[in-house]
């Protein structure tokens, strides 16, 4: 009889800039090893991803992560009192670091993570990036980060363009001059707050990996992917596998490097002489993992056994030029379902 | 002048590169071409073959089939 895992997922808004928690709960609801309840985390009522009863089987608000560790930890407790949870799979850029500082505690409970250490977590920061990519031997692109306007007006003189500015979970601007640059800098404060990463523009074409690292160095699987159709927020709507040997071999050092625990994401730029610029590393699942499953690398189920203490040998194959497009659909609910998730904060 | 190894080429002319994701069609004539090309023909064999076939200037075709080749190059399908 196959064991029944309880496994919450986060970042359930599969909306026009998703979170992978959806693609993460198919992938692993795909996977013959084990059976598995769903249990949905969420932030805000809105999110799609708990009204989908086929792929969610309960879901559960959780606080903000900005109200700290102690008050998700308690609404933690009271989840798994509930459902007995075995695992949870986080998804945020944000909350990642709450669900690291509570990992020991959340395992004396029984409730098992797969999460990167701290250190490994912040080194790749990407206020930290550069001086990552110069300790291990990787391409990164050379950036300032700027704690206040006056910073970015002292270099107004000297800025060569285009310039990314960046916020330090999300978003990104191509700036073409100082006016564009000082405008983005106030957008994206606003909404990120500080610093902000000026970042040196490379141009070339946009890779992702996605990686599944084991925490003692050895990656899993690495799935290269193309975007094939960007939105203007920069996301992948469609997406195809390929087949670059240095690509993999990048992912695979930087898993070795950091001996990285759980899914990450790189954002690398490949410029047209073929270097490989890392731009970005998530220290999570990407919106798009789904891909590696149906390319034959089930990175989500791999995760799940590894968490459970299975050891998993690294997968050798893909399947190359598997194709993702990803579409928006209406899903239909009714006022009691959203007032059972808004007014009790359960669905 | 070779196809790379790792590029796909469908019956119909249907390129895929697997190391960039891109993918290209090519017209009939463009497809024979590339059939030619990956059984290692030279462009002077391709040139005669084609023009055996085909109502076609030689010199208008010489030209058309240097075209060819380089944006071949250009979007890496030859090496």
Redesign the interface.
């Known amino acids: 009889m196959k064991r029944k895992l309880v496994i919450a997922v986060t970042a359930l808004n599969a909306i026009d800039s998703p979170g992978p928690g959806v693609a993460v709960i198919r992938a692993i609801r795909e996977c013959d090893d084990f059976e598995s309840r769903i249990i949905g985390l969420s932030y805000e009522a809105l999110e799609p991803g708990l009204y989908m009863h086929d792929l969610v089987d309960k879901t559960y608000q959780i606080p903000y992560p900005s109200g700290g560790t102690e008050s998700l930890l308690t609404r933690l407790q009271y989840i798994h009192e509930q459902e007995n949870l075995d695992l949870i799979i986080p998804g945020f850029d944000a909350e990642m670091f709450n669900f690291i500082k509570l990992r020991d505690k959340l395992w004396q409970l029984g409730i098992s993570t797969f999460l990167p250490e701290l250190n490994q977590f912040e080194a790749r920061d990407k206020i930290k990036l550069f001086d990552f990519g110069q300790k291990h031997g990787f391409l990164v692109p050379q950036d300032k980060i700027l704690y206040e306007l006056r910073e970015l007006k002292k270099m107004a003189d000297n800025m060569e363009f285009p310039i990314v500015v960046k916020g330090k979970f999300y978003d990104a601007v191509i700036a073409y001059s100082y006016d564009q640059a000082e405008k983005a800098f106030h957008k994206t404060m606003a909404k990120w707050g500080l610093p902000i990463i000026l970042q040196e523009f490379i141009k070339g074409t946009e890779i992702n990996i996605a990686a599944l690292g084991d925490g003692e160095g050895k990656a899993i699987s690495i799935i290269p992917m193309r975007k094939l159709y960007i939105t203007d927020k920069g996301k992948a709507w469609a997406g195809i596998t390929i087949e670059d040997d240095k690509l993999v071999e990048l992912a695979r050092k930087f898993i070795e490097a950091t001996k990285w625990r759980g899914g990450c994401e790189l954002e690398v730029m490949l410029t047209d002489d073929g270097k490989p610029y890392i731009m970005e590393v998530n220290p999570r699942f990407p919106a798009w993992i789904y891909l590696t499953a149906a390319a034959g690398q089930n990175q989500p189920a791999s995760l799940v056994k590894m968490a459970m203490g299975e050891k998993v040998e690294p997968f050798n194959e893909y399947e190359v030029g598997k194709i993702f497009i990803r579409y928006a659909w209406d899903l239909i609910t009714n006022i009691k379902e959203f007032q059972m998730i808004s007014g009790n904060g359960e669905l | 002048m070779r196809i790379r190894k ?1 590029i ?1 080429v469908s019956e119909e002319g249907f390129l ?1 590169n ?4 891109d993918s290209f069609s090519t017209n009939g004539i463009g497809s024979e071409i590339i059939r030619m090309l990956k059984q290692d023909k030279s462009t002077h064999e391709i040139t005669d073959e084609i023009c055996r076939g085909y109502d076609v200037d030689r010199l208008l075709f010489e030209r058309d089939l240097d075209e060819f080749t380089a944006l071949l190059k250009d979007y890496s399908i030859l090496e």
Not at chain 2, 18 to 21: D, I, K, Q, V
């Open positions: 790792n796909a895929f697997p190391a960039t994701g």
